[in-house]
């Protein structure tokens, strides 16, 4: 026993160097990847046929496309808070479908604060965040960050538009990776341009991703307009390079760009900015005065058909046709009227009698 023992214990180093040249030829053989011949023979030939003419048919296949390695390790986590409407759920999911590097996550609760993302995207190992916030369940808010170190932007999501509600010719590769495209104002400012780098780290997809296709068949604008970004998405069609749109489509209100991530000190405020609240305000102002108005001039209207009623009972024209009455002479009476013994005159006059006699005991 102790002799098998010993022989064993001889034998596995040299095992083990089998093993290791084993698995270091495979590696070599990934790395170094050449084209593969495949030999085939038609069904309808015979055996006699291939013993006389020794023909076979070789056939080249060429190595696969992506030889590279996946590099760029950026992960984007899509989520939201509580609240949000159908068409934001939409959204989110569109998103999603579009970038293959983007991770899920469940609802935040709204009492948690917004450092919390920054646990959850640690937890989930992603340095990229897109989250959406709802408040009142009719605003809509979308904060783009780089976590943990920032920095991080604050945009109002406006006229949202899904897939499944534009339902445009577009289409496009799921997984592809698409081009950006960026209107020149992004280079003429600052804060344009550091929008411009987090969009690009954001939505580029990264190359060689194990999920993403090796395709370049659609493109996302990023164009500036009223002081907004707006989002399109549009499909290059082979053909003529012209571009059809796919969706999804919004527009971003920039409000407050921040050094930290979901917070810190604000690198840039955007001047021309107006709160949601602020802008309903200001449409009930406009609907109480024309309100106002059109109580004002129902009041007008009112005093002038007053005056008008007055002009008419006074009007001067009416005796112009009125003939005068014919004299009447005068009555004059030779005798005095008589007296008009009313009824309580004559009860009164009964009741004094009354008295009288029982006073003087006749009755």
């Not at 593969?36 to 076979?56: D, G, M, Y």
């Not at 992603?126 to 904060?143: G, P, R, S, T, V």
């Not at 802008?279 to 005056?307: C, D, L, S, T, W």
Request: charged share 30%; with cysteine; glycine share 4%.
């Amino acid at each position: 026993m102790a002799a098998r023992g010993e022989k064993r214990a001889a034998e596995r180093p040299a095992q083990i160097k089998s093993k290791r040249a084993k698995l270091n030829g495979k590696k070599a053989s990934k790395t170094g990847r050449k084209t593969k011949t495949v030999t085939f023979t038609l069904e309808n030939e015979e055996t006699s046929e291939k013993s006389q003419t020794n023909v076979i048919n070789v056939i080249s296949v060429p190595p696969p496309v992506s030889k590279g390695k996946w590099t760029n390790k950026e992960r984007v986590l899509v989520f939201s808070s509580r609240g949000i409407s159908f068409r934001t759920r939409h959204l989110m999911q569109d998103l999603k479908t579009m970038m293959p590097h983007s991770k899920a996550d469940t609802k935040m609760d709204r009492k948690d604060k917004l450092f919390v993302v920054n646990e959850v995207c640690e937890i989930k190992n992603c340095n990229k965040c897109i989250f959406f916030e709802a408040k009142k369940k009719q605003d809509l808010y979308m904060w783009i960050s780089n976590v943990p170190h920032g920095p991080s932007a604050k945009f109002l999501v406006q006229n949202v538009h899904t897939l499944a509600e534009l339902k445009m010719t577009g289409n496009c590769l799921k997984g592809s990776r698409p081009l950006l495209s960026f209107d020149p104002k992004f280079d003429m400012e600052p804060h344009y341009a550091l929008l411009k780098e987090l969009f690009t780290q954001i939505f580029s997809t990264p190359r060689y991703h194990p999920k993403s296709q090796p395709f370049v068949d659609h493109v996302l604008s990023f164009t500036i307009a009223d002081n907004r970004v707006w989002f399109r998405n549009y499909q290059i069609i082979e053909e003529d390079a012209s571009l059809v749109e796919i969706g999804p489509r919004f527009v971003l209100n920039l409000i407050k760009i921040f050094q930290g991530s979901f917070g810190g000190p604000t690198l840039y405020e955007n001047p021309h900015f107006q709160s949601p609240n602020m802008h309903r305000r200001m449409i009930r102002q406009a609907m109480a005065a024309r309100q106002q108005e059109r109580q004002m001039v129902k009041e007008i209207r009112k005093e002038k058909r007053k005056e008008d009623q007055g002009v008419l009972t006074q009007d001067v024209t009416d005796d112009v046709f009125a003939t005068p009455a014919e004299p009447k002479e005068p009555e004059v009476e030779l005798e005095p009227p008589e007296r008009q013994n009313t009824k309580k005159k004559l009860k009164l006059t009964e009741l004094k009698k009354r008295t009288l006699m029982k006073r003087k005991g006749l009755r």
